[in-house]
Structures are given as C-alpha cells and as structure tokens.
C-alpha cells in the first residue's frame, strides 16, 4: 500500500471487517496492474477517516461492520470523495440493498461470493460507467458484459426474519418470512392495520429505534419480537418468530448457520481460485498469505460448528467436558492471534480444571465478542480466588444495553441494532460450557465505558 504507486494506477481503498477478505481483494485488483489499494480499514469510521486522508479514485465499502456500517458512513466517504467511484460490497441484499446505496451515493453493488474474475469485470464497468458519468459523456451500456454474470439472489426474500417496509401506514415490501409470521399478507400495497392492526398502533407511538417489543401476531397466534427503524415516512420493521418449539428452532439454526458459514466458504473459494489460475506467479510471501487465509477461514468455520453443536448438547444435557489441571495464563495465550491487540494481566498464579479444548472455545468467543461489539484497548485479566478461577475480558466499547442484559446469554439474543455478524450463539455457549465444568459466566459494565465478561471456573488443588 504505497503512495508512490505509478500514476495511472486507479487507487483504491477497500473497507471491510474481515481481514483475509480485504488481502485476497487487493491481490485480486493489484494483479491486474490496473490498481494499487493505498490503504484498507474495518469499518465506517476508519473508512471516512481513510478516504479524507488518501483521496482514492475508487473505494470499496462493505456495507455489514461493527461501529459504523457501509450505508452509514456512505454519505460521509462521498462528501469527502466526491470524485471516486464507491462500490458497495455484501453477501445480502440484491434489489433492497442496490436501492439504498444508490440513493446514498454509491456508484454500484457488488455481491461477495462470486468468482474473483466476475467481480474484476463488474468493478471494471462500474469505473467507467462513473467516469463517463462525471465527465459528460456517454455512459457505457452495461449489455453484453464480459462475462457470465451470476444469478442474482434476493437474499432479503430468504432471510430468516420477517421484514416489513412500510410507508404512511401501508405496506410497501414484505419478505416471505413476514407473510409466514402474519399470515395474511396476500398483496402489498395494503394498510398495515387491515393485516396487524397491533403492529400498526405501535408505529403511530412513535416507537424508539432501540426498543424490540414482542406482539401476538398471525394465525395461529405467535409471539414476535418487532425491532423498528425509522427513515423519514419510511418504517423498517424486522420481525422475529420467539422460538417457542425443536422444529422452530432447528428451522432457525440452519438459517443462521447457512449465513454465517457463506462468508468464509466464499473467501475459501477466492482463494482456490487465485491458486488455481496464478499459482506459478505467486511469490513465497504470497503463498504464505493464501495458506494463512485457508488456515483462518478453516478455524472460523470450525469455530461455527462447534458452537452449533455444543448448543444442541446444551439444550438435550448431552454436553460433555474432560477436565484437567492447567496453567491459566498458558492457556490463554494458546488462544491469541497475532492480529488480536490486547494485554493479558495475570493478577496472581492460578491453575484451573477446565476441558482445554472447551475452555478455548469460550475464551475465543469472548474475544470474538469484544472484537465485534467492543473497542480497543482489550484486555483478558486472570485472578486466582481460593477455589475459583477468574478470567475476565474487558473492552471499551459502548457497552451493553441495559434493557438487554437480562437476554444477553440466551440462544440467538441480538441486542437491537446490532450490526456486526455472528450466530447468536456464542455467549449462549461460554455460559452452558462454563457451568458444565462447574463455573459460570457473567457480563458486567466497565467504569467509565466498556464490557466485562466473566468466566468463572473451579481452580486445580494445590
């Protein structure tokens, strides 16, 4: 990522919160001699930051990240570059998602996923078509691309959650799930008080952006938990079915599982096909690289598996634990990656009886946690109190809402908002792992700001 970087080089700056994403992408673009990314950041506020200081010619924005997310910071990157080509990236979304980067100023929308030589074509096009665009001229048709375009999926029409746009009272969108949560949605364009008339009344209230309220909706009757978000005369409402039975949940569980694991196979498939196709012009730092991405994309997957499976251990009592005598603070740092900044303070010596493999997995999905809903400075804290082991994990972040606490440890909990991906089920799992092995888990607020997880686990005897 050089500023020295040859003058007819577009430069680029690719925004992303998945680093092994942004590095196959800038080998992808850079392999083309055609562009050189001058910088990368993780998310909307590093991305506004990012395209102030370098002033790129095309950029990058995943639209799903912790902090600030891609349609947020989207007004901000183009007010700071209004000349660069701004090309929205995500695994959701097709037409719902085009609409809303387009409004906001993107210059096109690009799903993840695809073969890298698809991609390469479609941000070819766009660049030009944006400075056609700019300077006056006849705009390239997008008939006839270069290549074999990939079917376009409506995600949102596959989600596991209902959705609902409504505008001054009337239904403008509704996905297949909410037509399966309300049962009567046979066309849109219908007053929403003629289909749930409850869910109606409460849009009139005025409902805060942070509140979810549950309603009994449809026939037969379900309890659904209605999180609103509001644009102008637009209403965003996203509606969850409260698992209420083993088919519901199973039905949900393979939803999530199936979004969560697309990121990582498609990051897998990039790189296959980079091998694949230019293997013998990869320099050994390169090789490296492509074996570091397979072998984090690997673990994620395998990451994601495990707490499936532990979360249908958990709920038939099946959850098995072998546990052994362990130095703590070792432990610990068997679970660090290079890429994770944080201080460990081991506050007195402790060995602990814990299931090492599990206890990685817990410490891991704390980390992971306070990596997606947390901020910087981190910190994993080991005390030692007669017969208990204290690990605690502590960011500076926002915090927990206090209204969501009481949910935080529950299967599939998401606070309203929340951006950032992920199963639900992690913290689920450090809690029915910990209290197999005889401990728990706990969350705390951390004075002035932040989080404190807490796991608590039975110390080795002396």
């Avoid at 549950?214 to 026939?219: A, N, T």
């Avoid at 697309?262 to 050994?284: C, F, N, W």
């Avoid at 730092?285 to 990451?303: H, P, S």
């Amino acid at each position: 990522m050089s500023e020295s970087a040859d003058p007819a080089l577009l430069r680029v700056v690719v925004v992303d919160d998945t680093p092994d994403l942004r590095d196959l992408l800038r080998m992808a673009l850079e392999r083309t001699h055609e562009f050189v990314v001058v910088a990368e950041a993780e998310n909307g506020r590093e991305a506004v930051e990012a395209a102030t200081e370098h002033q790129p010619d095309v950029i990058f924005l995943d639209i799903a990240m912790p902090l600030m997310d891609g349609l947020e910071a989207l007004p901000l990157v183009r007010r700071a570059c209004p000349e660069a080509t701004i090309v929205m990236l995500s695994g959701f979304g097709a037409a719902e998602m085009t609409a809303r980067a387009l409004a906001g100023g993107a210059d096109g929308y690009i799903q993840k996923g695809q073969p890298l030589r698809a991609l390469l074509a479609q941000v070819r096009t766009l660049v030009a078509r944006s400075a056609a665009r700019r300077s006056g001229a006849a705009v390239p048709a997008q008939d006839d691309p270069p290549f074999e375009q990939p079917p376009v999926v409506d995600h949102l029409e596959r989600a596991p959650f209902g959705f609902l746009h409504v505008r001054r009272g009337r239904v403008v969108r509704a996905n297949r799930e909410a037509g399966r949560l309300l049962g009567d949605l046979a066309a849109t364009d219908q007053p929403l008080a003629s289909v749930a008339p409850e869910l109606a009344a409460h849009l009139l209230g005025d409902p805060s952006p942070d509140d979810s309220t549950v309603f009994e909706l449809g026939e037969p009757p379900r309890h659904v938990l209605a999180t609103v978000r509001r644009s102008g005369d637009d209403h965003l409402l996203y509606l969850q079915a409260q698992v209420g039975d083993e088919a519901e949940l199973l039905r949900r569980a393979i939803a999530t599982a199936a979004h969560e694991i697309r990121g990582p196979v498609g990051v897998l498939m990039g790189v296959a096909e980079t091998l694949a196709l230019h293997e013998k012009d990869l320099s050994s730092a390169q090789r490296e690289r492509m074996l570091g991405v397979i072998g984090r994309q690997t673990r994620l997957l395998d990451n994601i598996t495990a707490d499936l499976l532990a979360a249908g251990q958990a709920q038939h009592g099946t959850l098995a634990v072998h546990l052994e005598k362990v130095e703590t603070v070792e432990l610990v740092g068997s679970v660090l990656d290079e890429e994770f900044n944080l201080v460990v303070v081991e506050d007195s010596p402790a060995y602990v009886m814990t299931d090492p493999l599990r206890f990685q997995q817990m410490l891991s999905n704390l980390l992971s946690n306070a990596r997606k809903y947390g901020e910087p400075p981190f910190l994993v804290r080991v005390t030692s109190e007669d017969t208990r082991v204290t690990i605690d994990v502590e960011d500076s972040g926002p915090g927990v809402p206090e209204e969501f606490v009481p949910r935080l440890f529950q299967e599939y909990a998401r606070a309203p908002g929340a951006t950032a991906r992920g199963t639900g089920l992690g913290l689920f799992v450090v809690r029915a792992l910990a209290e197999a092995q005889g401990g728990g888990a706990s969350y705390a607020p951390r004075r002035p700001h932040g989080s404190v997880f807490t796991l608590r686990l039975p110390a080795a005897p002396s």
